[in-house]
């Protein structure tokens, strides 16, 4: 089977792996390979949907609460239309695909935050994913505080000029995300091959430059090239 490559960008909410997710799609893109990219949840008009259930924070005003075993249902029916609908086809197809949170999110945040617990996720992994797992996850994990600095600060920002708080999640207290912070130091040191932690508060470029390093030494040489 020709297969591609799977690389997952995991981190805390601020933590920087949209904006260093787009920059090496960019990179990968100028060096000739093919490369999808897509984000959890939303990602297929399935997931776009579950995506503003879960997100927005005005979902609760006409929902009620969402209980935090619907809550992870749903990531996981996103997660299953995404895998079936892009994920799959691109890596059959031979394409890099970037995803931007996948799994690991749901046990860091339904698992750890949400007090679920790891093994109920990993379940629901093996069940609802196949147990589909990236080559490759790139865990940016800087300091707990600048993380929830530029978290907070973008989604006032947001609030502002929209007039829309995206993230029911954002709205959490320091408790909810120290879970989660420590739940992704498990994972990656639960599965050291998988996951390349980035830990440092560096600049974009420089962090750019690591995870392009990281991406060139692991990469397959039959990767897809255009
Ligand atoms: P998003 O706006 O994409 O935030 P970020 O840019 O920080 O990734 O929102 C995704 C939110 O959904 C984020 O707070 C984490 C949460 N989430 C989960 O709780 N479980 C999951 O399985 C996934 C994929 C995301």
Redesign the pocket.
């Given at each position: 089977m020709s297969r591609g490559y799977f690389i997952t960008f995991e981190g805390?909410?601020?933590?920087g792996?949209?904006t260093q997710l787009r920059r090496l799609a960019a990179w990968l893109e100028a060096e000739g390979h093919t490369v999808v990219t897509l984000?959890?949840?939303g990602g297929t008009a399935l997931g776009d949907r579950v995506r503003s259930i879960?997100?927005d924070s005005r979902s609760e005003a006409t929902l009620g609460p969402i209980a935090p075993l619907a809550?992870m249902a749903l990531?996981f029916a996103d997660?299953a239309q995404a895998i079936h609908e892009i994920i799959l086809p691109a890596l059959d197809a031979g394409t890099i695909v970037l995803c931007?949170?996948?799994?690991d999110?749901?046990e860091a945040?339904?698992g750890a935050?949400r007090e679920l617990g790891s093994e109920r996720i990993l379940a629901m992994h093996r069940s609802v994913c196949d147990n589909l797992q990236p080559d490759l996850t790139l865990l940016l994990l800087p300091s707990l505080e600048s993380s929830l600095y530029r978290?907070r600060r973008r989604n006032q920002r947001a609030t502002q000029q929209k007039g829309t708080d995206?993230?029911r999640?954002?709205r959490e207290g320091d408790t909810f995300y120290r879970r989660i912070y420590t739940a992704y130091e498990a994972i990656a040191a639960r599965d050291p091959h998988r996951v390349a932690t980035i830990r440092d508060d560096a600049s974009i470029e420089q962090i750019g430059e690591r995870i392009r390093e990281i991406v060139a030494s692991r990469l397959p040489a039959q990767a897809a090239r255009a």
């Open positions: 805390l909410d601020g933590s792996k949209t984000r959890q949840p879960l997100l809550e990531m997660r931007d949170r996948y799994t999110s749901s945040y339904q935050g978290a995206e993230n999640f954002e």
